[in-house]
């Protein structure tokens, strides 16, 4: 085998691997983005809920 030859299949194995690592990151980047959304998601509907709730002045609040 010469040496170009050597060089090619060096760089070849080194191109799979990297392909390889990039599949794995697009595959948790997707599920990290997912879960992102489903906390902005929560996040939103506890803000609504809390934006619901009306507070007289002469009322304690719950917790007293």
């Given at each position: 085998m010469?040496?170009?030859e050597e060089?090619?299949?060096h760089l070849t194995?080194?191109?799979?691997e990297l392909s390889q690592e990039v599949a794995r990151q697009q595959t948790?980047?997707?599920m990290l983005t997912r879960r992102?959304?489903?906390?902005?998601e929560r996040e939103a509907g506890?803000?609504?809920d809390e934006g619901s709730q009306?507070?007289?002045g002469n009322?304690?609040?719950?917790?007293w």
């Open positions: 010469s040496t170009v060089h090619i299949a194995h080194t191109v799979d948790e980047i997707a992102v959304q489903l906390l902005m506890r803000e609504a009306i507070v007289l009322e304690r609040p719950p917790h």
